[in-house]
């Protein structure tokens, strides 16, 4: 993930680290660290809760202190490969600063604008997590 300029805000993502813990969606979370310092969150979730062709799912996020963000989802599918999206708050030459690159293949220059009702980590998280799950809802839905 591209860097923001402003240092990573290591008290957003331990905040997010023990919201996702407690996520029933969530199989495990692990907080990746540049020397002491928290650089990365990266949340699995648990595939039971998808279809059989979804053999992973995750969500790597970084929050700074200029309350720029990255979350970036993945699938792994049998046999298909990689589904992916990302929702930032970063430079972007290609679109404004709030975006989104838009699966299947999230590339940077298919970005398009995005303006969430706020920026707060805590709703952002929230956000996050329900497009998750409509995701999830999604799969299934095309299944049946």
Same mark, same amino acid.
């Given at each position: 993930?591209?860097?923001?300029?402003?240092?990573? @805000?290591?008290?957003?993502?331990?905040?997010?680290? @023990?919201? &996702?813990? /407690?996520?029933?969606? #969530?199989?495990?979370?692990?907080? *990746?660290?540049?020397?002491?310092?928290?650089?990365?969150?990266? #949340?699995?979730? *648990?595939?039971?809760?998808?279809?059989?062709? #979804?053999? +992973?799912?995750?969500?790597?996020?970084?929050?700074?202190?200029?309350? *720029?963000?990255?979350?970036?989802?993945?699938?792994?599918? /049998?046999?298909?490969? #990689? =589904?992916?999206?990302? =929702?930032?708050?970063?430079?972007?030459?290609?679109?404004?600063? /709030?975006?989104?690159?838009?699966?299947?293949?999230?590339?940077?220059?298919? &970005?398009?604008?995005?303006?969430?009702?706020?920026?707060?980590?805590?709703?952002?998280?929230?956000? /996050?997590?329900?497009?998750?799950?409509?995701?999830?809802? &999604?799969? =299934?839905?095309?299944? +049946?």
């Amino acid at each position: 993930m591209a860097g923001a300029g402003a240092p990573i @805000d290591g008290a957003i993502l331990e905040d997010f680290r @023990d919201r &996702a813990r /407690t996520h029933e969606l #969530v199989e495990s979370v692990r907080t *990746d660290r540049t020397g002491g310092t928290p650089s990365m969150l990266v #949340v699995e979730f *648990d595939t039971d809760r998808y279809p059989s062709h #979804v053999t +992973e799912a995750s969500l790597e996020t970084q929050w700074y202190r200029n309350d *720029d963000y990255n979350f970036h989802y993945v699938e792994t599918h /049998t046999p298909d490969g #990689v =589904w992916q999206c990302q =929702w930032d708050r970063l430079p972007n030459p290609h679109t404004n600063r /709030t975006h989104v690159h838009p699966p299947p293949g999230a590339r940077s220059s298919d &970005a398009i604008p995005d303006d969430p009702d706020e920026r707060h980590p805590g709703y952002m998280f929230t956000r /996050t997590f329900a497009n998750v799950r409509d995701r999830i809802n &999604a799969l =299934w839905e095309r299944r +049946e």
